[in-house]
T-cell receptor
Framework: DAKTTQPTSMDCAEGRAANLPCNHS???????VYWYRQIHSQGPQYIIH???NNETNEMASLIITEDRKSSTLILPHATLRDTAVYYC??????????FGTGTRLKVLA | DVKVTQSSRYLVKRTGEKVFLECVQD?????MFWYRQDPGLGLRLIYF???????EKGDIPEGYSVSREKKERFSLILESASTNQTSMYLC???????????FGPGTRLTVL
């Protein structure tokens, strides 16, 4: 799986959009971009994944650049409950995920 | 919704004890995984299973064993617990038609 790079931490005001970037410049053509989040002392929670096209679900949107070297997870209206560590993973078919250190997002009231 | 449950959220054991951590998933997934998570080291794969009675070692299998007698249940066994096995243990499952893994809530194990 390709290495991903994320900022260590970010703050976001409650009610505003949170945009979390991820670089994956060595991603290969068959690797998907996955996003998970981990709220303190809980297991990672799946958010969204995509290959080439932008994706949206009830939790978030995922924007992948055309060259696939980076992506952005967007939480459209962040709430205090979105405070968590967010992990970006490039993954294809192998059994294990490689979780990096993630981005610690703090949503401020 | 996929549900992965783990037998305990918190567990305290003594050095040398045999410890069983249980994981159950309700989505008929073929693949199940055990990870441990430690500060600064991220998630590390201990063992995984791709079918009943089948298992494969992950990156750090030493000191652990696993059992998968039924499709929905995957157990992690610490034969003789040691203090360096104090950690958060996470179970996950995945179907064969997707790469998405679904995680349980985790068990925080402390070995004294």
């Amino acid at each position: 799986d390709a290495k991903t790079t994320q900022p260590t931490s970010m703050d976001c005001a409650e009610g505003r959009a949170a945009n979390l970037p991820c670089n994956h410049s060595t991603i290969s053509g068959n690797e998907y971009v996955y996003w998970y989040r981990q709220i303190h002392s809980q297991g990672p929670q799946y958010i969204i994944h995509g290959l080439k096209n932008n994706e949206t679900n009830e939790m978030a949107s995922l924007i992948i650049t055309e060259d696939r070297k980076s992506s952005t997870l967007i939480l459209p209206h962040a709430t205090l409950r979105d405070t968590a560590v967010y992990y970006c993973i490039a993954h294809s078919g192998t059994y294990k995920y490689i979780f990096g250190t993630g981005t610690r997002l703090k949503v401020l009231a | 919704d996929v549900k992965v449950t783990q037998s305990s959220r918190y567990l305290v054991k003594r050095t040398g004890e045999k410890v069983f951590l249980e994981c159950v998933q309700d989505m008929d997934h073929e693949n199940m995984f055990w990870y441990r998570q430690d500060p600064g080291l991220g998630l590390r794969l201990i063992y995984f299973s791709y079918d009943v009675k089948m298992k494969e070692k992950g990156d750090i299998p030493e000191g652990y064993s696993v059992s998968r007698e039924k499709k929905e249940r995957f157990s992690l066994i610490l034969e003789s617990a040691s203090t360096n096995q104090t950690s958060m243990y996470l179970c996950a499952s995945r179907g064969v038609s997707t790469d998405t893994q679904y995680f349980g809530p985790g068990t925080r194990l402390t070995v004294l």
